[in-house]
């Protein structure tokens, strides 16, 4: 009798033992991979995105050296006999500068912005955040997408302006023959492109202040918990 009672309270410790091995597998299976935060998912989002930012401020660098450059050709070209090639030289050189700047930028938003889409189906999966952080989460990917899209329009506007300076600058070339009418419309064409592509850069900046607001505020629900 003994050992039967021994049998049968080894045989329960057994079930015991299987019935929660089952349930913690069931629980597993239940909730799959441990789930990430909205806020750190959009972090991952912005951080991609950061050399954007780093190429903005170099393009703004050098478009300060780049003014007073263009101001140094105009006031030299207004004298005879002045050699301005060198000048010349290092105003195109800081085009391409420019220009590679860009293509570097927009490659960058367009990289982070294809990863948008499987972040927000990655959001709609999430079971632990609070339905104000995951529709916070969403607007900030908006503002994303609607910063993107200025973007777009300030690269088109900033090639114009490159484009229309670059112009100016062949028609000053001592292989070309001087033509005052031509360059005083290529000047002009200059600072209209560079006025309009102003406007844009406040369009984009404002975007940019909106879409620094939402992630801020997101930051701070998750932190709130």
Known sequence: MAREG??????????????????????LSGCGEPQEPAAN?????????????????????YEAED??????????????????????????ADIRERRA????TSKVMEDTGEKIDALRRSLKELTIEKE?????ADKVLDQYEARAKTYELFV??????????????????ASVKPNLVKIKRAIR??????????????QFNLQTQAFNAA?????????AG
């Open 6 to 27: 021994e049998h049968m309270l080894i045989t329960s410790k057994k079930m015991t033992l299987a019935v929660c091995s089952l349930l913690l597998m069931l629980l």
């Open 41 to 61: 998912q959009v972090n991952r989002l912005v951080e991609s995105g950061q050399e954007i930012d780093k190429s903005l401020k170099a393009l703004t660098r």
């Open 67 to 92: 003014m007073e450059l263009y101001k140094t050709i105009l006031n030299k070209g207004k004298k005879k006999n002045s050699n301005i090639e060198a000048l010349l030289d290092q105003a195109e």
């Open 101 to 104: 700047l860009l293509e570097q």
């Open 132 to 136: 104000e952080t995951l529709a916070h």
């Open 156 to 173: 088109v506007s900033y090639e114009h302006s490159l484009n229309a300076e670059e112009q100016l600058y062949g028609l000053m070339r």
């Open 189 to 202: 064409t200059r600072n209209e492109e560079y006025a309009k592509l102003a406007e844009v850069r406040k």
């Open 215 to 223: 992630h801020e505020q997101l930051v701070k629900l998750d932190q």
